[in-house]
DNA sequence: GCCAAATTTAGCTGAACGGCAAAATATGGC
DNA sequence: GCCATATTTTGCCGTTCAGCTAAATTTGGC
């Protein structure tokens, strides 16, 4: 896959990711709480059952938004914020009225 | 509506609007040609049919991303680079590490 | 008024999505 | 090894979404 390429399905497996409310709600949480927290804790906080979660963490895996590592038997997820600002801001920079050319930031998706 | 209900529905609008490859090409395209086109511009540029194209920008309209305006038998759409700013960018601002509590800056969706 | 052009609406179809319950898969403690 | 706990995977179902073609709507020019 070429560098542009990759960075295409960056910023689509990003924003399909950011589409639903779930998904972005669980960010947040994350965020507020630290940036860390495990499977159980998240799904605990949120009105769908637990399959959904996972799966929605899934997506959010997927897309980079978050880093998962075990730690016994639970999982901690972790916010990769670093992610969120490049691939998503990143994007939106385009539009920027005075963008400056930097090497890079040309039209994405 | 309440007023944290609206920004909720207006976070989700443009997040879902901004989920599809074809309307984030279809603002950026407006961006980099002035920021306002004809539907039969914009359609011209696309690969879909014309009737998928308008019903994206009805999507688009819909998040408040673009205006449309009536010019005779055309239809000029012009992007609204604030509304995307604000609800878009305001959303990412969240994450900031250091998030000055400006009132009005709290969890969102 | 009538025709052609610009665009949208209607109606259909197949694929993708989100939800759940039930089953499966680790893993740690005894 | 066996049980309980933490989490994911599987299978299923109803809804939403994106694409298409064909029909409808609106508007300008004659």
Redesign the pocket.
């Known amino acids: 896959m070429s560098d542009s390429e990759r960075k295409l399905a960056d910023i689509d497996a990003v924003f ?1 990711a950011l ?5 972005r709600h669980i960010l947040l949480v994350l965020h507020f709480r630290g940036g860390e927290m ?7 906080r949120f ?13 959010l ?1 997927a897309a980079g938004l978050v880093l ?1 590592q ?8 972790r916010l990769d914020r670093k992610r969120l600002d490049q691939v998503a801001a990143g994007w939106l920079k385009s539009f920027k009225p005075a963008t400056r050319t930097d090497p890079g930031s040309m039209p994405p998706a």
């Open positions: 399909s589409a639903h409310a779930s998904r495990t499977a159980g804790e998240i799904a605990a009105g769908c059952s637990w399959p959904t979660t996972t799966r929605h963490l899934k997506v895996l998962q075990q730690s016994g038997r639970q999982r901690l997820y």
